[in-house]
């Protein structure tokens, strides 16, 4: 055996492996990216609930207090932005198709 058949046996042997490595690092790619937004997605999810919270435990001591201050005016406009900020991430996600 020649080393121009043993050259190209290797080449003939290497090319699918490369094709198999590109594929997965591919794969793994798109998985990390995947993660990323449902990390994302949960963090944001639960800064939704923690606001929530916020705004009953405002409304809460204003009941108890029984007069309106601005802590249910600051509430409701971090609730909004908050709310906001999720409704254009998911809108992203829609776009982008994930």
């Given at each position: 055996m020649t080393w121009t058949e043993i050259l190209k046996i290797l080449a003939i042997a290497g090319i699918p492996s490369l094709v198999t490595a590109f594929v997965f690092y591919r794969i793994m790619n798109r998985l990390d990216e995947d993660k990323k937004v449902r990390d994302k997605n949960m963090l944001m999810l639960i800064g939704l609930s923690y606001t929530a919270v916020e705004l009953s435990e405002a409304v809460a001591?204003?009941?108890k207090n029984q007069r309106c201050n601005g802590e249910i005016t600051a509430a409701l406009d971090k609730a909004k932005t908050v709310k906001d900020e999720y409704t254009e991430f998911l809108r992203q996600q829609?776009?982008?198709?994930?």
């Open positions: 001591v204003s009941y829609c776009i982008k198709g994930m």
